[in-house]
Structure formats: structure tokens, C-alpha cells
């Protein structure tokens, strides 16, 4: 089994990295904003501070640009303006009347062997990929330990993350989502862990340490972080051990208030708020929701976040054929018949109290990941929040679920070539989307 998911996680770093030359530079979703960022740490050595008249990602705390600032400074020269962004005008959404799927204007200065911004843009991406690639290794793991004993279910699962087109996409960019996806994959396999294992204080000190990087890097880990701390209190009473629940909950505390603090006191000083959400609700202002969600709108956001899950490239500009999203709903179908055989026991996959368990934690963490969503865009977010990127924090959860479930309806006999044919097939579709969709849609723009 080690080969094999060696061999998953080598080949998504090949794929990505594809999709990162395929791919122009600027398009994908808000990457110049990333990438001023991870720019401005460069140069100025200092945190970029938010301004009311600019849009921009200042508002996100600064690990996930802090690992992509070192590389950039190393191996980039930013004095050289070569393919630094250009705004083009002519984008489909750019108020204007414009119907190119195309963010930025692209000039020769961008090809390889890059320069200046150009070659910028394609390390932090490199730093992106190996990010990713954890959150496939990290679900492999997490597989094996929720079905000890069935190698088709964790390789399957790290295939089925591995092969979504929009995760690779995403992942191929500078983006912090590749981060805050890779720390919640460890927060889940801690919580699996907590639930077919013992809990100790040495649990405790391990999810408040991956929570305190997961909050430096972006506030929507949240979710995630407090299934896993409900998890570990459960554990915790579950075991008679109402000690370990207030030495856990001391050492959580003391862990965030050290790793957080800093950051938060940072931010009342600069902005008046432990968020910045002052200014960023101005910045962003056009974009928040004038009133709650009318429940006619469920409909699109629901439509609109599962298309993304799988395939909506560019700045949400570039649709693949409609085949690509019937095909994820006929596996999301069979996955949850399967998960159905397999709860009423007619499943030849484990069903003990042990797997019961890990199955409860991932479901668990799918639904709180789904609410905030749903709790923020009825509330406060636009449309622009409907993207389905919003729910990999938990597709390590979501991949594990689906394999299980596909593999449910599979005679043991037939998993392996079951989960040969299924890669093969996910294999070329990705490939395919890089060449055949992606990379026609772009071009010289304006």
C-alpha cells in the first residue's frame, strides 16, 4: 500500500504542476491579491495593512505568504517587471461588457524561462503544490486509520482528492486555501485518531497547535476546529476523565493566546478590531448581501458550489462540458447508496463501533463546514462566496466518505480493479480538462 500511495501523491505533484504551466499566469481565482501579498513581504519586510479605496487579501493572516515570501525572495527578482499584471478590461465579469475569460492582459514576458513577476508567480505556486500534496497524503492517512485493514478504501480516497479537477486547479495557484486545506486534513486525522485511540493531554497539545497555525492562515478553518475540539472533549468524558477536558482546555488556551496574540493585538492596534473586519467590510462592501437570503437563492448556491467543487476554472470564468459535473453527481449517487448499504450493515466494509466513530467525525465535519457557509452567505456574503473551493477544508473527509461509499456496492474481489479503472479514468479527465478546457480558454487578452 505505501507504494501505491506514493505513487497517488508523485503523480498529483506531476498533474498540478501541469496545470500551474497550463495555466496563465493571474488566472486563477484572486491570485493577484495573493500574490501582492507574498510581493509585499518581500520587499517591505512588514505585514500589508488593509485600505478602505483597494481591494486585496490583507485581511488574511500571514503564514500561508510567509512560506511562499522565502522562496520568492530567494529565487525571483521583483525589480524585473517581466509579466506583472495587467487588468484586462474585457473579462465577462468586468462591468463593461466584456465576454473574455481572461483577468490580466499577457505579453510574451511571461513564457519560459521566467523572469521578474512571471517567474514569481510560478515559484509561490511550486509552494502551493507541495501544500496540496499533503492534503492528499493526509487523506490517504486519514483513510487507513477510519477502514484499518481495506488498502482500496484510503488509496482510492487520496484518488478521488487527487483527480478532482477544481482541487488540482486550485492547488496549481497562490492561493492560502492551499494551506488552511492541508492543516484541517491533519486536524481531521487527529480527531480520527482521538476517536479509535486513547486521548491524552499530548492529543490536546497537537490539535492547539494545529489550530494556531490553521488561524494564521485563514478564520474559515473554524469549522473544522471545533469539530475536532468537540471530538477530544467527547473522548475525553467518554473515558471518565473531566481532568484531562480542563488541562486540555488550559493548555488549548494558553497554546492559542501565544500563537494568536500577537496577531490580534496587531490587529486592534491597526485597525480597532481583532479581525479587521471594519475595513474590510468597507473594502468589500459591494459584495456583502443587502439583507438576508431570499430562499429562491438556495437553489443557485447549492448549483454553483457543487459545479465549482469538481470544475469552474479562471476567475470562475472557464466551464468544462456539462459531462464532467453528471459524471461527479453519478459518483456522489453511488457513493451515498453505498454509504447506506453499509450503515444497515449489508456492506462487506468494516462496521465496527471503532469505524462507526470515524465515519460520524467526517460526516460531522462536512455538515459544520456546509452551515458556516450557509450561515455566512444567508447573512453577510455575496454570490462570490458560493464557490465550492469554500468546502475543501474538508475534502479529505468528503474523499474518504465517497470511497467508502463507492466501494461499498464493490465485491471484495473487484475493489483493486475497481480503484485501477476509476484512477485511470480520473487520470485522463484531469489531464484532459488541462488541455482541452483550460488551457484554450486563454490567450492574448484585450
Same mark, same amino acid.
Given at each position: 500500500m505505501r507504494r501505491s500511495a506514493v505513487a497517488i501523491v508523485v503523480g498529483f505533484v506531476a498533474v498540478a504542476t501541469v496545470y500551474s504551466l497550463v495555466t496563465p499566469i493571474w488566472e486563477a481565482p484572486d491570485e493577484v491579491g495573493h500574490m501582492a501579498y507574498v510581493m509585499h513581504l518581500v520587499e517591505r519586510r512588514a505585514l500589508p495593512v488593509q485600505r478602505p479605496e483597494t481591494l486585496g487579501e490583507e485581511h488574511h493572516p500571514p503564514l500561508y505568504y510567509v512560506l511562499a515570501a522565502v522562496p520568492v525572495a530567494l529565487f525571483a527578482d521583483l525589480d524585473d517587471p517581466a509579466g506583472r499584471f495587467r487588468f484586462n478590461r474585457g473579462i465577462v465579469w468586468g462591468g463593461e461588457g466584456g465576454s473574455d475569460a481572461n483577468a490580466a492582459l499577457h505579453g510574451d514576458d511571461e513564457g519560459f524561462p521566467y523572469r521578474g513577476h512571471a517567474r514569481a508567480v510560478h515559484v509561490a505556486r511550486l509552494v502551493s503544490i507541495a501544500l496540496a500534496a499533503v492534503t492528499v497524503a493526509l487523506t490517504i492517512a486519514i483513510g487507513r486509520e477510519a477502514f484499518p485493514g481495506v488498502a482500496a478504501v484510503p488509496l482510492f480516497a487520496g484518488v478521488l482528492v487527487a483527480g478532482n479537477p477544481q482541487f488540482v486547479f486550485i492547488s496549481a495557484s497562490v492561493n492560502n486555501d492551499n494551506l488552511v486545506n492541508a492543516i484541517a486534513a491533519a486536524l481531521l486525522l487527529c480527531a480520527i485518531r482521538a476517536v479509535t485511540r486513547e486521548v491524552s493531554l499530548a492529543h490536546w497539545l497537537s490539535v492547539a497547535a494545529l489550530a494556531t497555525t490553521g488561524f494564521l492562515t485563514k478564520l474559515s478553518i473554524?469549522?473544522?476546529?471545533?469539530?475536532?475540539?468537540?471530538?477530544?472533549?467527547?473522548?475525553?468524558?467518554?473515558?471518565?476523565?473531566?481532568?484531562?477536558?480542563?488541562? &486540555?482546555?488550559?493548555?488549548?488556551?494558553?497554546?492559542?493566546?501565544?500563537?494568536? &496574540? #500577537?496577531?490580534?493585538?496587531?490587529?486592534?492596534?491597526?485597525?480597532?478590531?481583532?479581525?479587521? #473586519?471594519?475595513?474590510?467590510?468597507?473594502?468589500?462592501?459591494?459584495?456583502?448581501?443587502?439583507?438576508?437570503?431570499? #430562499?429562491?437563492?438556495?437553489?443557485?448556491?447549492?448549483?454553483?458550489?457543487?459545479?465549482?467543487?469538481?470544475?469552474?476554472?479562471?476567475?470562475?470564468?472557464?466551464?468544462?462540458?456539462?459531462?464532467?459535473?453528471?459524471?461527479?453527481?453519478?459518483?456522489?449517487?453511488?457513493?451515498?447508496?453505498?454509504?447506506? #448499504?453499509?450503515?444497515?450493515?449489508?456492506?462487506?466494509?468494516?462496521?465496527?463501533?471503532?469505524?462507526?466513530?470515524?465515519?460520524?467525525?467526517?460526516?460531522?465535519?462536512?455538515?459544520?463546514?456546509?452551515?458556516?457557509?450557509?450561515?455566512?452567505?444567508?447573512?453577510?456574503?455575496?454570490?462570490?462566496?458560493?464557490?465550492?473551493?469554500?468546502?475543501?477544508? /474538508?475534502?479529505?473527509?468528503?474523499?474518504?466518505?465517497?470511497?467508502?461509499?463507492?466501494?461499498? /456496492?464493490?465485491?471484495?474481489?473487484?475493489?483493486?480493479?475497481?480503484?485501477?479503472?476509476?484512477?485511470?479514468?480520473?487520470?485522463?479527465?484531469?489531464?484532459?480538462?488541462?488541455?482541452?478546457?483550460?488551457?484554450?480558454?486563454?490567450?492574448?487578452?484585450?
Open positions: 473554524a469549522p473544522v476546529v471545533a469539530v475536532v475540539f468537540g471530538v477530544l472533549v467527547l473522548q475525553s468524558l467518554r473515558a471518565g476523565r473531566r481532568d484531562l477536558v480542563l488541562r &486540555g482546555t488550559l493548555a488549548t488556551v494558553v497554546v492559542l493566546a501565544l500563537g494568536l &496574540g #500577537w496577531w490580534i493585538a496587531r490587529n486592534v492596534r491597526v485597525y480597532g478590531d481583532p479581525l479587521g #473586519w471594519s475595513v474590510y467590510a468597507r473594502r468589500y462592501a459591494r459584495a456583502m448581501r443587502d439583507g438576508r437570503l431570499p #430562499w429562491s437563492e438556495y437553489a443557485t448556491f447549492v448549483g454553483t458550489q457543487f459545479r465549482s467543487f469538481w470544475g469552474v476554472f479562471g476567475w470562475m470564468t472557464v466551464d468544462p462540458p456539462r459531462w464532467l459535473h453528471v459524471a461527479a453527481a453519478v459518483l456522489g449517487v453511488v457513493a451515498a447508496i453505498g454509504l447506506g #448499504w453499509w450503515a444497515r450493515g449489508r456492506s462487506t466494509l468494516p462496521r465496527s463501533p471503532r469505524v462507526a466513530r470515524a465515519v460520524t467525525v467526517l460526516v460531522a465535519a462536512i455538515v459544520a463546514q456546509e452551515l458556516y457557509l450557509i450561515v455566512a452567505i444567508r447573512s453577510t456574503f455575496g454570490s462570490a462566496w458560493y464557490q465550492g473551493r469554500y468546502l475543501f477544508p /474538508v475534502i479529505s473527509a468528503a474523499g474518504v466518505l465517497m470511497s467508502a461509499g463507492v466501494l461499498a /456496492v464493490v465485491p471484495p474481489p473487484r475493489r483493486r480493479l475497481t480503484v485501477v479503472g476509476l484512477t485511470v479514468a480520473m487520470l485522463a479527465i484531469v489531464l484532459w480538462n488541462a488541455f482541452a478546457v483550460i488551457a484554450p480558454a486563454y490567450g492574448p487578452a484585450g
